[in-house]
């Protein structure tokens, strides 16, 4: 994609805070929904968890040679382009940004087979207009106990609704009668937006 062809700032210019996927993940969806530069209609919000919320990942900026980063969820922003690959922006991601879908789920998915049950991952995909208008987080989970943070919040106030300040579990959930959107398994998911399963191969040590 060239910067003629760019559809979002480049990955340094667009906004970001460690650790706090979701929200860059809304920031993303605002950008498009102010400066449409893509139809809202495309864009679909996924946020990738389990019942236990350990799911590992891979080619993620955090971690090393090809080990895999252990998520308790991950958000990542999701374009489905009639006649063309759909496309995954993940700030995250040692991959290019945007990425292929496919290539996504080769190098950052992998497979969930011959690795443990608990490893296995869910994906709830929703659209990003609902996103916009739904989500609220006034991020108490990234506070220890004694209200510290666990990492720096971002510079901006929390994204809340007039409904809600805090509604992120029900994004993170997996249970299909909570929240938004459709849940899918990893497979389910690749075969509805890539046509295929998944079939790389996953680190030895995760069976």
Known sequence: MTAVDRITPSRENCVYTSCYCEENVWKLCDFFRTEKTAPLEQL???FISNDKRVIPLWKQKSGHGDHPVFWDYHVVLLQVRPQSDSLVYDLDS????????????????RSDRHIRPEYHRKLRVFPANSFLLNFASDRSHMRNPDGTWKMPPPPYPPIQTAENQMNLDDFISMDPSVGWGTVYSLDQFLRTYTGNASTAPVSSYLS
């Open 44 to 46: 679909f919000v996924v």
């Open 94 to 109: 040692e991959l290019s940004f945007p990425c292929s879908l496919g290539l996504y789920g080769a190098m950052a998915f």
